[in-house]
């Protein structure tokens, strides 16, 4: 077998020099018989022709020495490949239909496949994956539905460390805003970076090497090596312009000299890290820069040989509850159900709740690439089924001038496979183009995009075997029939059969394209009001936030707090003067810490029978934001019902367990529907921390803001800020503020040389979110849109194709004198049965993946089911019918004598 | 009737009697035909296009092989020869064959 094989190939290798040679053996013997003939008196004529009538038929010969010689097969194949070109060249608009579906089909399942895979398995970009890289991941309870991630204090992370029975190395890191000043002359002064300050194993834990230069090493012993920072590629890029002489270049980051030692690798980001300019710093460096924030690191490690993550994760959550009984014995603010996971280091794993999103995402986006594949598979079957039928009369023909079925069969799967491959080769190179521009377009993206091979291989492997199966079938089935029952197209049983197939195809076809459509519609829908639900304040260019770093306030003793206070808060006093005289400043306002996100505090329900009629209490999760009385004047927030808080506040309910609150109209609605909101008191839910006060509502503000990224179960109370609160200010400008902003940092420079200070317009932040969401959006959107259009397509063509395939039969209904009118709307009636039951079938599947669709998306916004998928039906029907009308329209048109003959 | 029945004879040994021939002397097409012509007093007589296919078998099973050489005409021409693969088969089909011609001899000597 073997031995034929090798064989067969050495033989098509040699094939040309064994045809040269052959020609010439049969020359010299034609010569020399043609030489024979006329030493026997004939004339050199004759001489060749009897020469030629011994010889026999040349050609039949050469075929005989060619079998002999087992190249046969070859010339075979490509004649086969001729006839096959030539075939879809025959019918271009359903080849090309069939080629860009199949293509598209298996080059978006593709994607979908593999943008999941990479989401759920690929470490952060530039950190390669091993089995042993663990993210050390604190969590803490975040309301009824979920946990979010929490910080660990300096303490718990060094617990963490000493884990030495489960880790080879735990590696460490917090965060923070810096200024970078490039020096006087330099074009990028004031800067905005995100400084990742590292313990020294951070580097050889990720197992990443700076592209050129060295790991920052900080030490207590040399401090030298303490200001020296690796800066991002893109760091690299945007400040340096790729200057190859950056190591040991000092630049100044928060004032303080700090000297380049090296550059990250390409898309190296850190674990976690959004934001265009990033540098890494030792951790002995951060006092020299920022004013610590002691509870915020987080962590990565090395398993020990042996350790699985669960065994390292019990260890881990025993230390996590240890740190939060002392944390409660010391008094200190504390999350709820504090507790700490070993996960595997992937770059979305640092959220709590990765790994249920996954699953959900996995099985909303999975449940879409199956619809999209299935789609193009019965697509690609109905057209070639109908195609292959369609060549009835040919094979026939064929058949009936001796040709052999295995040979018939041999070239119609040469023709389905030369469709398979070619596609299948398209869908590799949309993929691989596809991962490209997005590496090359989205170099922020926290994700290392791969193709996933696995799924890759299975998709394709599917759309060439379906491919091959369907042009098969027909064949099969064609050539199994008497020639002349197909040449008088007698047999009933074959129309009926080929019908229906192809009808059951069609219904298929639609039955999956609803739901196709029913999810992308959804999608599209989903995308749309996200946009909507996120007003944008028509004044946000004359907003400028600035947002200074605080120490939390948390791990200090009273006397460490006290005096930090009045060495800050006086700064930040002269500071709030000196904003407010500038030119162009209208308003100053401080702002509290964790603004504008706030904090949540738990449940809180209304007050039993005292406000709501019927007595009923509602509960609502809260967050909550201190404010400055200043505040709501400065945002321009109109205040629709009683007040908002004044400086006398905090003498009027000291020493009170109830504090009073401001809230937004959407929360007033939502609590007291049908009552007054002010002086209605919540009281913290049972699940809410004892020491919680009630709080009282003294006032409702309409306020987008407060609506604007929060999700439905937070709810947005303000509070009011002690004098203590300080986080920073918000300033409102006359004009647009975006020049004033060098002016401010001027300020601080002058006033506060030593905040650190982040300055920014409310219309830059706005941006970056809305740039964000729309790029996913867009990606989202635009996979959507192509899926619906090979939908569409794929419907198109192949009702159309099925319908124009029984041209005969309108031409003879024509012929009969039936009426054309009739017989389109017959014809279409037909195309519109047939749609309704593929809907009808559609139905359950489509609802099935809305819910997992809404599931996937968590806080989706009211999405009505019944709309999206009434829409999406009356779409697919539509097009349905178009593509029944318009070829039994034209065919019914056509003169049927002309139809008739010409079939 | 009679050269219908000698050539149906040579479908079959065609393999047989070209070996054997070959490995008599070394040959071409052409001379091969015009000597199993001779040989055979024009009982036998093989066309070309059955005689080429029959080479080329033999020699893709690696049975025959061949050299270049001048012919009268001037053109250079295919000289085939056994290789020792083909000595054994030549001797192999010998065999079989004499087996088959003596048992078909005992049959007909039956009256």
């Given at each position: 077998m073997m031995i034929r094989a090798l064989r067969r190939v050495r033989a098509a290798l040699l094939r040309r020099r064994h045809e040269r040679e052959m020609q010439e053996e049969m020359t010299e013997h034609l010569e020399r018989a043609s030489a024979r003939f006329a030493a026997r008196g004939m004339s050199q004529a004759e001489a060749r022709r009897a020469a030629e009538r011994e010889f026999g038929n040349v050609a039949w010969l050469q075929e005989q020495a060619r079998d002999a010689r087992g190249t046969a097969w070859l010339d075979a194949l490509l004649g086969d490949l001729r006839y096959a070109l030539r075939q879809y060249a025959r019918r271009p608009a359903t080849t090309l239909v069939m080629f860009i579906v199949l293509a598209f089909g298996m080059g978006i399942t593709t994607l979908l496949f593999s943008f999941v895979h990479s989401y759920a398995t690929q470490p952060p970009p530039g950190v390669v994956l091993t089995e042993d890289l663990v993210r050390i991941r604190g969590s803490r309870s975040a309301g009824p539905d979920g946990r979010g991630s929490r910080p660990f204090s300096e303490d718990e992370f060094r617990a963490y460390r000493d884990l030495t029975?489960?880790?080879?190395?735990?590696?460490?890191?917090?965060?923070?805003?810096?200024?970078?000043?490039?020096?006087?002359?330099?074009?990028?002064?004031?800067?905005?970076?995100?400084?990742?300050?590292?313990?020294?194993?951070?580097?050889?834990?990720?197992?990443?090497?700076?592209?050129?230069?060295?790991?920052?090493?900080?030490?207590?012993?040399?401090?030298?090596?303490?200001?020296?920072?690796?800066?991002?590629?893109?760091?690299?890029?945007?400040?340096?312009?790729?200057?190859?002489?950056?190591?040991?270049?000092?630049?100044?980051?928060?004032?303080?000299?700090?000297?380049?030692?090296?550059?990250?690798?390409?898309?190296?980001?850190?674990?976690?890290?959004?934001?265009?300019?990033?540098?890494?710093?030792?951790?002995?460096?951060?006092?020299?820069?920022?004013?610590?924030?002691?509870?915020?690191?987080?962590?990565?490690?090395?398993?020990?040989?042996?350790?699985?993550?669960?065994?390292?994760?019990?260890?881990?959550?025993?230390?996590?509850?240890?740190?939060?009984?002392?944390?409660?014995?010391?008094?200190?603010?504390?999350?709820?159900?504090?507790?700490?996971?070993?996960?595997?280091?992937?770059?979305?794993?640092?959220?709590?709740?990765?790994?249920?999103?996954?699953?959900?995402?996995?099985?909303?986006?999975?449940?879409?690439?199956?619809?999209?594949?299935?789609?193009?598979?019965?697509?690609?079957?109905?057209?070639?089924?109908?195609?292959?039928?369609?060549?009835?009369?040919?094979?026939?023909?064929?058949?009936?001038?001796?040709?052999?079925?295995?040979?018939?069969?041999?070239?119609?799967?040469?023709?389905?496979?030369?469709?398979?491959?070619?596609?299948?080769?398209?869908?590799?190179?949309?993929?691989?183009?596809?991962?490209?521009?997005?590496?090359?377009?989205?170099?922020?993206?926290?994700?290392?995009?791969?193709?996933?091979?696995?799924?890759?291989?299975?998709?394709?492997?599917?759309?060439?075997?379906?491919?091959?199966?369907?042009?098969?079938?027909?064949?099969?089935?064609?050539?199994?029939?008497?020639?002349?029952?197909?040449?008088?197209?007698?047999?009933?049983?074959?129309?009926?059969?080929?019908?229906?197939?192809?009808?059951?195809?069609?219904?298929?076809?639609?039955?999956?394209?609803?739901?196709?459509?029913?999810?992308?519609?959804?999608?599209?829908?989903?995308?749309?009001?996200?946009?909507?639900?996120?007003?944008?304040?028509?004044?946000?260019?004359?907003?400028?936030?600035?947002?200074?770093?605080?120490?939390?306030?948390?791990?200090?003793?009273?006397?460490?707090?006290?005096?930090?206070?009045?060495?800050?808060?006086?700064?930040?006093?002269?500071?709030?003067?000196?904003?407010?005289?500038?030119?162009?400043?209208?308003?100053?306002?401080?702002?509290?810490?964790?603004?504008?996100?706030?904090?949540?505090?738990?449940?809180?329900?209304?007050?039993?029978?005292?406000?709501?009629?019927?007595?009923?209490?509602?509960?609502?999760?809260?967050?909550?934001?201190?404010?400055?009385?200043?505040?709501?004047?400065?945002?321009?927030?109109?205040?629709?019902?009683?007040?908002?808080?004044?400086?006398?506040?905090?003498?009027?309910?000291?020493?009170?367990?109830?504090?009073?609150?401001?809230?937004?109209?959407?929360?007033?609605?939502?609590?007291?529907?049908?009552?007054?909101?002010?002086?209605?008191?919540?009281?913290?839910?049972?699940?809410?921390?004892?020491?919680?006060?009630?709080?009282?509502?003294?006032?409702?503000?309409?306020d987008p803001a407060a609506r604007r990224g929060v999700d439905k179960v937070d709810h947005f109370v303000y509070l009011p800020a002690g004098a203590a609160d300080y986080g920073g200010f918000v300033l409102r400008t006359a004009a647009p503020a975006a020049p004033l902003l060098p002016g401010i940092r001027a300020v601080i420079q002058e006033i506060a040389p030593a905040t650190v200070m982040g300055v920014t317009t409310l219309e830059a932040i706005a941006d970056g979110h809305e740039r964000n969401f729309r790029m996913a959006a867009g990606g989202v959107s635009a996979a959507g849109l192509v899926a619906l259009l090979l939908a569409a397509l794929g419907l198109y063509a192949v009702v159309a194709f099925s319908v124009g395939q029984r041209t005969r039969e309108i031409a003879v209904r024509v012929a009969l004198g039936g009426h054309r009118r009739q017989i389109v709307a017959h014809f279409v009636a037909d195309g519109l049965r047939l749609t309704a039951i593929g809907l009808l079938i559609g139905l359950p599947i489509s609802l099935v993946g809305l819910r997992a669709l809404i599931s996937a998306m968590g806080d989706a916004p009211e999405l009505s089911l019944s709309a999206v998928t009434a829409i999406a039906a009356l779409g697919v029907l539509t097009i349905a019918a178009a593509a029944a009308w318009l070829p039994a329209r034209h065919a019914a048109n056509v003169d049927p004598a002309v139809t008739l003959r010409s079939d | 009737m009679y050269g219908a029945m000698s050539q149906s004879f040579l479908t079959g040994t065609l393999e047989l009697v070209v070996l054997q021939l070959i490995q008599a002397e070394p040959t071409n097409g052409y001379d091969l035909t015009l000597r199993i012509q001779a040989i055979s007093k024009d009982v036998l007589s093989v066309n070309a296009g059955s005689l080429y296919p029959a080479l080329y078998r033999l020699e893709e099973r690696g049975l025959l092989k061949f050299t270049w050489q001048k012919s009268e005409t001037g053109r250079r021409t295919k000289v085939y020869s056994l290789t020792a693969a083909g000595r054994r088969e030549l001797a192999a089909q010998r065999a079989g064959w004499e087996r088959f011609a003596g048992a078909l001899a005992a049959i007909l000597k039956v009256t």
């Open positions: 029975g489960h880790f080879s190395a735990v590696a460490g890191w917090t965060a923070a805003t810096v200024v970078i000043d490039l020096g006087p002359e330099a074009a990028h002064r004031g800067v905005e970076a995100r400084v990742t300050f590292v313990t020294d194993n951070y580097f050889s834990v990720l197992d990443v090497r700076p592209q050129f230069g060295f790991v920052p090493i900080g030490s207590a012993e040399n401090p030298s090596l303490i200001a020296t920072a690796v800066v991002s590629h893109g760091t690299w890029d945007a400040l340096f312009g790729r200057d190859p002489d950056i190591v040991g270049k000092v630049i100044s980051v928060n004032g303080v000299s700090v000297a380049i030692a090296g550059v990250a690798p390409e898309r190296f980001r850190g674990v976690a890290g959004w934001g265009r300019l990033l540098m890494w710093m030792p951790l002995e460096a951060r006092d020299l820069l920022v004013q610590p924030a002691p509870d915020d690191f987080r962590a990565a490690g090395r398993l020990l040989p042996g350790v699985t993550p669960q065994q390292a994760s019990a260890a881990a959550a025993s230390i996590a509850r240890t740190h939060a009984a002392e944390a409660v014995i010391a008094g200190q603010s504390l999350h709820r159900d504090p507790s700490t996971e070993v996960v595997p280091l992937r770059s979305a794993s640092g959220d709590p709740m990765f790994e249920r999103d996954v699953k959900w995402m996995s099985a909303a986006i999975g449940l879409l690439a199956l619809l999209v594949l299935l789609v193009t598979c019965t697509n690609v079957s109905a057209l070639l089924t109908g195609f292959a039928t369609a060549r009835r009369h040919e094979i026939a023909i064929r058949l009936s001038l001796g040709a052999a079925r295995s040979r018939l069969i041999r070239q119609l799967l040469t023709e389905s496979t030369l469709l398979a491959l070619g596609s299948a080769a398209a869908a590799l190179a949309i993929v691989a183009g596809t991962m490209h521009a997005v590496r090359v377009l989205i170099v922020e993206l926290p994700l290392t995009p791969q193709i996933t091979w696995s799924a890759t291989s299975f998709t394709i492997a599917l759309g060439i075997t379906v491919g091959m199966l369907f042009g098969l079938s027909p064949a099969l089935h064609a050539t199994r029939l008497a020639v002349a029952s197909v040449l008088r197209d007698a047999s009933a049983n074959l129309v009926a059969t080929r019908a229906r197939l192809q009808r059951g195809l069609v219904v298929a076809q639609i039955a999956f394209t609803q739901p196709l459509t029913v999810l992308v519609a959804a999608l599209l829908v989903l995308v749309v009001t996200q946009l909507k639900t996120s007003p944008r304040s028509p004044m946000e260019d004359r907003i400028v936030i600035m947002t200074a770093q605080a120490p939390e306030a948390a791990s200090m003793t009273n006397e460490e707090q006290a005096s930090s206070e009045s060495s800050r808060l006086e700064p930040a006093r002269l500071l709030e003067e000196r904003l407010a005289m500038m030119p162009g400043v209208v308003r100053v306002a401080r702002t509290a810490p964790r603004w504008p996100a706030g904090v949540r505090i738990g449940g809180y329900t209304t007050e039993a029978g005292a406000v709501l009629a019927g007595g009923a209490q509602k509960v609502a999760a809260l967050s909550a934001q201190p404010v400055h009385p200043e505040y709501f004047a400065a945002f321009d927030v109109p205040v629709l019902r009683g007040r908002t808080f004044s400086s006398e506040d905090e003498a009027l309910f000291s020493g009170s367990r109830t504090a009073p609150a401001v809230i937004d109209q959407a929360l007033a609605q939502h609590l007291w529907p049908d009552a007054d909101p002010l002086g209605a008191v919540l009281r913290p839910a049972t699940d809410t921390a004892s020491n919680a006060p009630s709080l009282i509502i003294i006032g409702v503000v309409d | -």
